[in-house]
C-alpha cells in the first residue's frame, strides 16, 4: 500500500541533497567550487531517478488531498531534472569563464527546483503558493547575485518588487476563492461551484485576480513588464535558468488552477486566456523587432511564446492541456540551447549579447552557426523542425475546439516573428565577422551544445514520441 511519505520521496530527496550541498560549499576552499557543482549534478540525478521510481501507476492524492503524484507531475519533475541539469552545466562554464563562480548560484538553484516540483504536485491553493514562493524568493537572489552590476541589481529590483506584487494579487485571488467556496482544495473547490449554490460573480473576480498573478509569473501581456529588464540585466547563466525549468512549474500551476480548480468556470478563463494570447503574441513579437540585445530580443520572445501556450489551455480539451504541455517542453530546450550559444560566444570581457556579436559566425565556426540556425528555425516555427510542431498542435487543438479567427490571428502574428529569427541567421550567414578571435570553450561544453541543438531537429523528425509522453499526462 503506498503511503503518503512516498509520494514526497523525490521532495524529499532533493531538499535533503540541497542542505548538503549547502554544508559542502560552506567549507569548501575550493576557489571553482567543483564540490559544489558535481554534487549539485549529482543531486539532480538522483531527484531524477527517485522521479521515475517511485512514479505510480495511478494518481495519487495525499496530505489531505493538498498533493498529487499523477501522470503529469511526473513528466514534469523528470523534464525540470533534466533540463536544470544541462542548464547548470551551461551555468558553470559561464560563471568560470566570467569569474562569477559562487556555490551559491547552484544552492539557490535547487531550492527552486524544489519550488517548481512543488508547483508540479499542488492539489491545493497553499501549496501551489508555497512552491510558488520558493521559487521566487530562489529567483530574485539569483538575479541579484552580480552585486557590483547596476544592470543586474535594477533588474533584481524590478523583479522583486512586481514579483511581489503578482504574489500579493494570487493571494488576493486565493482568499476570495476560500470566501466563496470555503475550500482552498481543488476538487472540492469544483465541486461547491458544480451545485451551484453559490455567487459566482464573486468566484469570477476571485479569479481573474489567480490569473493575472499566473500570467505574470509567465511573462504573458500585459504583465510582462519584468521579463526584457531581467532578462537583460541578469547574468546570462541567470537568465538562461529563468527561461527554461520555471516555465514548466508555471505551467502547472496554471492547469492544476484553471482545469482541476476552476473547470466548471471555463467560458469565463477561456475568455481571459483568449485576450491574453493574442496580446502577448502581438506584444512579444512586434517589439523583439526593435531589439538590438539578443537577450532581450529573446524576452520578448518569450511573451510570444506565452501567448502560443495559452491557446492549448483555450481548447480546454486533455489533448489541448497536452499540446500546451509539448509547447512548453519545446521551448524550453530552444531557449536552453539559444543561451547556451550566447555562453559559447562570450568571454570575460565580452557577454556577447548583442545581434552584431552573431556576424559572420558561420566563418568563425561553421558548426556552432548551424546549431543557432536550427534553434532559429525551430522558435520560428519552420518545418521540420521541433517548433513547428509545437505550434501545429495547439493550433490543431484551437481549430477543433472551434476558435477558428483566433487561430487565424495566431498564425499572422507567427509570421510577424519570423523575421527576427531569420535576422539572426542573416547576420550569421550573410554579414562580414566582426572579430575572427576564436571561439573559446571546453570540448564538454561542444559536445552538450551539439546535443541539444540536434535534439531540436531529430525530435522534430519524429515529434510522436514526445507527445505520446504529453498525451499520457492527461489521459487519466
Not at 558553470?92 to 547552484?106: A, D, Q, S, T
Request: proline share 3%; charged share 10%.
Amino acid at each position: 500500500m503506498r503511503t503518503d511519505l512516498i509520494s514526497l520521496i523525490p521532495e524529499i530527496t532533493l531538499l535533503v541533497m540541497a542542505c548538503l550541498v549547502l554544508i559542502i560549499d560552506a567549507f569548501s576552499k575550493d576557489p571553482l567550487h567543483k564540490s559544489t557543482y558535481y554534487m549539485t549534478q549529482l543531486s539532480l540525478l538522483l531527484t531524477f531517478i527517485a522521479v521515475i521510481y517511485y512514479s505510480p501507476d495511478y494518481s495519487y492524492v495525499a496530505f489531505n488531498a493538498s498533493f498529487i503524484t499523477d501522470a503529469m507531475s511526473v513528466s514534469l519533475k523528470a523534464f525540470i531534472c533534466a533540463i536544470t541539469l544541462v542548464v547548470f552545466f551551461y551555468s558553470y562554464e559561464y560563471l568560470k569563464e566570467h569569474e562569477l563562480l559562487k556555490g551559491e548560484y547552484f544552492i539557490l538553484g535547487l531550492f527552486a527546483v524544489l519550488g517548481m516540483m512543488i508547483m508540479s504536485s499542488a492539489y491545493h491553493l497553499l501549496s501551489i503558493y508555497l512552491g510558488l514562493e520558493l521559487l521566487s524568493l530562489s529567483l530574485y537572489a539569483m538575479v541579484a547575485m552580480q552585486r557590483e552590476s547596476t544592470f543586474a541589481t535594477e533588474a533584481a529590483i524590478k523583479y522583486f518588487v512586481l514579483g511581489a506584487l503578482a504574489s500579493g494579487m494570487l493571494l488576493y485571488g486565493i482568499s476570495m476563492v476560500y470566501g466563496v467556496t470555503g475550500s482552498l482544495q481543488f476538487t472540492d473547490i469544483a465541486d461547491t461551484i458544480n451545485n451551484g449554490t453559490i455567487d459566482k460573480i464573486y468566484l469570477v473576480y476571485g479569479m481573474i485576480f489567480l490569473i493575472v498573478g499566473m500570467a505574470f509569473k509567465l511573462g504573458a501581456a500585459p504583465f510582462h513588464m519584468w521579463v526584457p529588464d531581467v532578462y537583460q540585466g541578469a547574468p546570462t547563466s541567470v537568465t538562461l535558468f529563468i527561461s527554461s525549468a520555471p516555465k514548466l512549474a508555471a505551467f502547472a500551476m496554471t492547469v492544476r488552477i484553471l482545469s482541476d480548480g476552476l473547470s466548471p468556470l471555463i467560458e469565463d478563463w477561456q475568455s481571459i486566456l483568449s485576450v491574453l494570447a493574442v496580446l502577448s503574441m502581438a506584444v512579444g513579437n512586434i517589439i523583439a523587432i526593435a531589439q538590438t540585445n539578443i537577450k532581450r530580443m529573446l524576452a520578448y520572445s518569450t511573451i510570444a511564446h506565452v501567448g502560443y501556450l495559452f491557446l492549448g489551455l483555450i481548447s480546454g480539451t486533455a489533448s489541448g492541456f497536452a499540446g500546451s504541455m509539448f509547447y512548453i517542453i519545446s521551448y524550453a530546450f530552444m531557449s536552453m540551447g539559444a543561451f547556451g550559444i550566447i555562453i559559447l560566444l562570450g568571454r570575460y570581457d565580452l557577454e556577447a549579447d548583442s545581434l552584431d556579436d552573431f556576424k559572420g559566425l558561420s566563418v568563425r565556426n561553421r558548426w556552432f552557426a548551424f546549431i543557432m540556425l536550427c534553434l532559429m528555425f525551430s522558435m520560428a516555427g519552420v518545418p521540420p523542425f521541433l517548433g513547428f510542431w509545437s505550434k501545429w498542435f495547439v493550433l490543431k487543438e484551437l481549430v477543433a475546439s472551434g476558435f477558428i479567427e483566433l487561430a487565424a490571428i495566431s498564425v499572422f502574428f507567427s509570421i510577424i516573428g519570423v523575421y527576427y529569427y531569420l535576422r539572426i541567421v542573416k547576420l550569421m550567414y550573410f554579414d562580414n565577422p566582426e572579430t575572427m578571435s576564436a571561439i573559446k570553450a571546453t570540448q564538454q561544453m561542444r559536445v552538450v551544445l551539439t546535443i541539444n541543438g540536434i535534439l531540436i531537429l531529430f525530435i522534430g523528425l519524429a515529434p510522436n514520441s514526445l507527445m505520446h509522453i504529453c498525451l499520457s499526462a492527461f489521459s487519466g
